[in-house]
């Protein structure tokens, strides 16, 4: 039975964020001796904030060089080399990505979005059409619109999350079941 703490502020704690149900989804697990469908994993990561790149230096970058997938993942993953032996999983190591030195190595892994927006056809959608009732028809002038209809990242589009999500949660939501002490200098 494992007891966890969170302290937090009463504005962090009332923040919404995505629905429980869509970051199940967004979720791709690894396991060595495993099949790779690369295919999958390419759409996986695109729809999860993730940037293809040739060398991953930062969260959110990731190569794909014939047998070898480099993905910088956020959280405690971090950089992982994916080894693949056709469409087999070889090995995965976790690495540095600036000396590219191999860290440890790992059986499995979970990999989860990069990002609380993510750019699929149907969060695009609803964004468009939250955008257009909220704000009216848009411009070709308007650089959020347009950048979100190609499905780029646009600075500071977490702001616009409920855009993207029919309903928001809070982490009320994700730990239904908690105890909730409060500070006594609270006003």
Known sequence: NVNNVIITTVNAITQR???????????????????????ELKNFLVNSGYIETGKV?????????GGIIDIFAPGEVGAVRLDLFGDV???IRQFDPI????VSKMSNIRLGP?????FDKASISRFRQNYRK????????DILYESVSAGNKY?????????????????????PRVTITLDDNLD
């Open 99 to 102: 000396s590219q030195r191999t």
């Open 89 to 91: 999983l070889d090995g």
């Open 17 to 39: 964020v995505i629905p429980r149900i869509k970051l199940q989804q967004l979720s791709f697990e690894l396991t060595i001796g495993k099949s790779i469908n690369i295919k």
């Open 134 to 141: 909220e704000f009216g028809a848009s411009h070709s002038n």
């Open 57 to 65: 230096l930062e969260l959110g970058d990731f190569s794909i060089r």
């Open 155 to 175: 600075q500071g589009v977490e702001h616009w999350l409920p855009f993207f999500h029919e309903k928001l949660e809070t982490i009320f939501d994700y730990l």
């Open 114 to 118: 990069v990002s609380e927006v993510i």
